[in-house]
C-alpha cells in the first residue's frame, strides 16, 4: 500500500519561508515523476512544482523564483523549499505522482500566510 505524508505547513509571516517535507512509503520515489500540489479553499487543486525522474523541474508560473523543489532519493522523500511567501500561497499542500494519482492523495499540510 501506497502511504504520502506531508509535513511542515504552518502558519508564516508574508515574506517568510517553509520548508514541507514528503515522506512515502510502499514505494520507490526514484522511479516517479513526483509533483508538489496545493488546495485553496474553493478552488481546484493545481499542481505547483514537478520533478521527474531525470530532475527535469518545472513550476507554475506563480511560484517561480520562490519555490524550490527537491528529492533525496536515498530517503525516499521530497521536499519543497517556499520562500519570500506572499498571502496568496496559502492552501493546503499535497505531494503525488505527477500527474496524480486519485488514491495517493494523502492529507496534505496546511500553509497560511498571514500577518
Known amino acids: 500500500q501506497v502511504t504520502f505524508v506531508e509535513s511542515g505547513g504552518g502558519l508564516v509571516q508574508p515574506g517568510g519561508s517553509l520548508r514541507l517535507s514528503c515522506t512515502a512509503s510502499?514505494?520507490?520515489?526514484?522511479?516517479?515523476?513526483l509533483g508538489w500540489y496545493r488546495q485553496a479553499p474553493g478552488k481546484e487543486r493545481e499542481l505547483v512544482a514537478g520533478i521527474n525522474n531525470a530532475d527535469i523541474i518545472i513550476y507554475e508560473d506563480s511560484v517561480k523564483g520562490r519555490f524550490t523543489i527537491s528529492r533525496d532519493n536515498a530517503k525516499n522523500k521530497m521536499y519543497l523549499q517556499m520562500n519570500s511567501l506572499k498571502p496568496e500561497d496559502t492552501a493546503v499542500y499535497f505531494c503525488n505522482t505527477n500527474p496524480g494519482t486519485r488514491r495517493f492523495w494523502g492529507q496534505g499540510t496546511q500553509v497560511t500566510v498571514s500577518s
Open positions: 510502499g514505494m520507490a520515489l526514484s522511479r516517479f515523476s
